[in-house]
T-cell receptor
């Protein structure tokens, strides 16, 4: 059974701070890693994807991958109240369907 | 708006009734996926198509569920003899093999079974 684990939160950070969201996965064959943002009542929206060990930056977002530790994280710099949402980690082996974690609820306090 | 359309957005039905949902993927996308999401959980994979071929079905997909993608374009998901446990958000996603099959989600269909 492939599993993706996330702390459900809520994770509360003050406006302007760095939010750090973490995810671990069980399947060592996982090759692709995705972060989706989901606002309450809405569908998942792709934020970032990462395939290789290390960091990948896109604007205020940085994804970090460590395949040896089976760990992927998302950093959000200069957090804004509009970043308040649930962040879903998803992993994939090859071109198989995504396996999602339960998500971490982030609350950015103004 | 990702370009993936789902219809209807909301469906309320009585237990035992049949329901059908439709998904129109992004036009050039050859893969189409169905997921189900309940409150507090991440999306769970149900089934997916490559063009018109249904390539994989989850063990979550009971015999009451059937999905089709007859011409490799839009897809339908039918639930027969609905049960209260079927109440969930049904999400459709599509992807294109030349884009590393990155999946883009539609707005979802929220099903409530009374």
């Amino acid at each position: 059974q492939k599993e993706v684990e996330q702390n459900s939160g809520p994770l509360s950070v003050p406006e302007g701070a760095i939010a750090s969201l973490n995810c671990t996965y069980s399947d060592r064959g996982s090759q692709s890693f995705f972060w989706y943002r989901q606002y309450s009542g809405k569908s998942p929206e792709l934020i970032m994807f990462i395939y290789s060990n290390g960091d990948k930056e896109d604007g205020r977002f940085t994804a970090q991958l460590n395949k040896a530790s089976q760990y992927v994280s998302l950093l959000i710099r200069d957090s804004q109240p509009s970043d308040s949402a649930t962040y879903l980690c998803a992993v994939r082996e090859g071109n198989t369907p995504l396996v999602f974690g339960k998500g971490t609820r982030l609350s950015v306090i103004a | 708006d990702t370009g993936v359309s789902q219809d209807p957005r909301h469906k309320i039905t009585k237990r035992g009734q049949n329901v059908t949902f439709r998904c129109d993927p992004i036009s050039e996308h050859n893969r189409l996926y169905w997921y189900r999401q309940t409150l507090g959980q991440g999306p769970e994979f149900l089934t997916y198509f490559q063009n018109e071929a249904q390539l994989e079905k989850s063990r979550l997909l009971s015999d009451r569920f059937s999905a089709e993608r007859p011409k490799g374009s839009f897809s339908t998901l039918e639930i027969q003899r609905t049960e209260q446990g079927d109440s969930a958000m049904y999400l459709c996603a599509s992807s294109f093999h030349e884009d590393n099959n990155i999946q883009y989600f539609g707005a979802g269909t929220r099903l409530s079974v009374l």
